[in-house]
């Protein structure tokens, strides 16, 4: 059996899937779940001007919840029975987020992380504008009657000097409070709903908070692609992100309601941030997804509240996320937040990868060095097996010669060449599949931290050396050099030539074909690299370099020549 060639066939098929997944992201398809923790993101970098912002009502958005689940909603359309109030936003600030907040609901329509850049601008996560809609918004609704919801104006009141601000609406005897506090450097906004039955009778309403968001998916890369939309968590069954075309189609299938004292959230995910509302866990409540309009969804959670007395009020605290995927940040929120930042199976993997990257980040103060560094660990780790593969390969190479003339001499009869390269195998007793298993073993981790790498809010704007000035993006000095719009890097022309050199120490093809195609495949390698962030080509750069030391080191102990 001729193990190059198997390799060679299994390059082509993997190279065939990617060419296939790149096709399906440009035609707005889902990417193959092989090649993602889902699909391409959208960082929603925009202006803070306001002259852009759309002319689309918030009461306009459709009301799609099912009256005939167990937890009813709010109405299709709330009809105002008292002096109409003026439109207008208010903000809540510190000096990591600024929250616009509109009194029509008191929907959050705009979020602006101050820490956070794309495009030399502020990332915005929720918007209201004329490409895009992000809100966040809640309400009250009771079976058989009309309470305040989102599609009612809010009274309002700024205090705690723009840390809080109430918002206020009665309809039907009944009085909805909301209290939006925003603490210091927080992403978190607490909630405080506070009803209050002025009504004759008692009431048994429901709260609801949903995330409303367009479908849209920019493309980061025809390369990679990580995952944008809703996603959910309940103590029964974890953590799922749900894509868009799934709630198009009506395949959504919905988490078990969830118990009081079960922890749970919904989210709208993309690359490297979140939003994410966090009930309190102290209701019964149930999840719920929605298409609102064309390419227009929503993800909610429904909460019922204990029956209110005639007079009598009740206060119920949820928090509101708004921020970055920061590990640090997401373990504090909420029961399995962290899982927002999704490395799929891989997880078991990927997490302790990321603690021991933080840890080395804490010594250096360099993401950059802090790469390099867990590289040389990793490969430390896999010496004894990368040895192996290696000393296997060295001695293929060894033999080459001789698997020429076998198969000058039996190129009529495959079989013959089989049982003779079987038995020089046997007689120099080396195993075809030892330079591969060796290999095969240590892929799941270096798998992982690719993903670690790529997901890593932690890279964005984070500086290495020279010009490398942000490990998430890529390294485009010659382009920018020349003028150039495609990315033309160094760093990924170093990356080439470590493979190339790579292909010439290991053992050479007997099939001329084979032997042009391994030697052409780094520059095709490169070409795809050129689109990859800079963290992630280091990281590869630094893995290569250290393998063709152990190899040249191995061949040269088995005076294998080093062409």
């Known amino acids: 059996m001729d193990i190059r060639k198997t390799l060679l066939w299994v390059v082509f098929s993997v190279s065939g899937i990617m060419l296939f997944n790149n096709y399906q992201i440009s035609n707005g398809q889902n990417p193959l779940p092989l090649f993602a923790p889902p699909q391409a993101t959208n960082s929603n970098a925009s202006s803070t001007t306001k002259q852009e912002t759309a002319t689309i009502n918030i009461a306009s958005v ?74 966040a918004r809640s309400g009250l609704t009771a079976v058989g009657l009309e309470l305040p919801n989102h599609n009612d104006t809010f009274t309002d009141k700024v205090v705690l000097n723009e840390k809080q601000i109430i918002f ?24 405080e709903n506070k009803i209050i039955n002025q009504s004759a009778n008692s009431l048994s309403p429901f709260i609801y908070a949903e995330l409303v968001k367009d479908g849209n998916v920019v493309v980061e890369s025809q390369f990679y692609s990580t995952f944008t939309g809703p996603a959910i968590y309940t103590d029964k069954e974890k953590y799922k992100e749900v894509d868009f075309s799934d709630i198009e189609k009506k395949k959504v299938k919905l988490p078990q309601p969830q118990e009081s004292g079960e922890s749970g959230w919904i989210a709208m995910v993309q690359h490297y ?119 296997s390969m060295a001695r293929m190479k060894e033999v080459q010669p001789r698997l020429v003339q076998m198969k000058e001499q039996y190129k009529n009869d495959p079989q013959k060449l089989n049982q003779a390269m079987m038995t020089m195998y046997k007689q120099e007793k080396i195993n075809p599949l030892g330079g591969c298993l060796p290999v095969l073993i240590q892929i799941p981790v270096f798998i992982s931290l690719y993903w670690v790498l790529l997901l890593s809010v932690e890279m964005r704007g984070a500086p290495w050396l020279g010009w490398i000035h942000d490990l998430s993006k890529p390294d485009t000095l010659l382009s920018d050099l020349v003028g150039l719009s495609i990315p033309i890097g160094i760093l990924p022309i ?18 001329p074909i084979q032997a042009k ?7 095709a390698f490169s070409l795809m690299f050129f689109f990859f962030p800079s963290g992630l080509v280091l990281y590869y750069i630094v893995n290569n370099v250290l393998s063709i030391g152990q190899q040249w080191q191995i061949n040269k102990m088995f005076g294998v020549k080093n062409s």
Do not use: C
């Open 494 to 511: 170093i990356m080439a030539v470590s493979m190339f050199i790579q292909t010439k120490l290991n053992p050479t093809p007997p099939d």
């Open 273 to 391: 941030f979140a939003t994410a509302w966090i009930p309190n866990p102290e209701s019964n409540r149930e999840v719920y997804f929605d298409k609102l309009d064309n390419n227009l969804y929503r993800v909610g959670v429904k909460s019922a509240i204990a029956p209110i007395a005639s007079g009598a009020s009740i206060t119920q605290e949820s928090k509101l996320f708004v921020g970055p995927e920061e590990d640090a940040l997401l373990q504090e929120v909420a029961p399995g937040f962290d899982l927002i930042k999704d490395y799929g199976y891989l997880t078991i993997i990927a997490k302790p990868l990321f603690w021991v990257l933080t840890q080395i980040h804490q010594v250096v103060q360099n993401w950059g060095w802090a790469i390099i560094i867990l590289t040389i660990f990793i490969k430390i780790i896999f010496f004894p097996l990368s040895a192996a593969s290696y000393k």
């Open 168 to 191: 206020s609406a009665t309809k039907n005897g009944v009085t909805f409070e909301k209290k939006y506090t925003l603490e210091a450097d927080s992403y978190v906004i607490k909630v």
């Open 62 to 135: 459709p009301q799609a919840i099912d009256q005939k689940a167990k937890v009813s909603d709010a109405p299709a359309n709330a009809v105002e029975k008292t002096q109409p109030i003026p439109t207008k936003t208010l903000i809540l600030k510190n000096a990591l987020l600024e929250v616009e907040i509109s009194n029509k609901g008191g929907t959050i329509t705009r979020a602006v992380l101050k820490k956070h850049t794309e495009n030399q601008q502020p990332v915005v996560l929720f918007n209201m504008e004329k490409q895009s809609i992000y809100i």
């Open 517 to 523: 195609v391994m030697l052409y495949m780094p520059l």
